[in-house]
């Protein structure tokens, strides 16, 4: 289906990998992050990338003994992960590209890898605005799991249109076409308000 070598797909595929042990060998425990995205476990202090989490929202951390992952507990992304160590006092830090985004990243590829206009509007957003494209594809990758591809398309082939290709754009196109309900699932409420009122222009804009 995606007319690429399989070879070649294993080998970036394989980028993505990490050891894993059986489930019954797993500990998960679910914590809290302060205003700066720090996490606390078992003695050490961890810099996550909590992106559009809300403050009430928890990050569950899974320990196989030799690889912390951090996960969001309401969409299951991975969001970082970190080697054990049985050191404490000790604070570690987000790499610069983390691993929240690159699989954010390769997943909204994938997700659209059969539609060329959909690969255009990551290229554009990528180009348009560089400092908050990752964020922008945590935030798609959370739409992919509310929307149908048929809407997502829709909203896609309108940002282009228009030449506003960022997912805030996106997603409000996408409540003003397809209602409003949906967005309330996943979004924060002052996220939620602004994205709303933006649907509202875009409304006027369009139906005048």
């Known amino acids: ?9 294993f080998i970036e595929e394989q980028k993505q990998l990490f050891h894993v042990k059986p489930y019954s060998e797993v500990s998960s425990t679910v914590v809290s992050f302060d205003s700066n995205g720090v996490v606390s476990y078992k003695g050490n202090r961890y810099q996550i990338d909590v992106g559009v989490m809300d403050a009430h929202q928890r990050i569950r951390i899974e320990d196989d003994g030799e690889i912390l992952l951090f996960y969001d507990t309401d969409t299951n992304e991975l969001l970082a992960k ?19 985004n690159r699989v954010s990243h390769a997943l909204i590829k994938q997700y659209f890898a059969e539609h060329e206009i959909a690969q255009e509007f ?3 957003m990528e180009q348009e605005q560089p400092k908050y494209f990752n964020s922008h594809c945590i935030r798609l990758n959370r739409m992919t799991k509310f929307y149908s591809m048929e809407q997502m398309l829709d909203g896609i082939r309108y940002c282009i249109e228009t030449e506003r290709c960022n997912a805030y ?3 409000a196109y996408i409540m003003y076409k397809h209602g409003e309900q949906i967005a309330k699932k996943f979004l924060p409420n002052q996220q939620y308000f ?15």
């Open 1 to 9: 289906m995606t007319r690429k070598v399989p070879r070649e797909m």
């Open 82 to 100: 970190y080697p054990v160590t049985e050191d404490t006092g000790q604070i570690f830090k987000a790499e610069e590209k983390n691993n929240r």
């Open 122 to 124: 990551i290229r554009r």
């Open 169 to 171: 754009e996106l997603l």
């Open 194 to 208: 602004n994205h709303l009122t933006r649907s509202k222009e875009i409304r006027r804009e369009i139906d005048g």
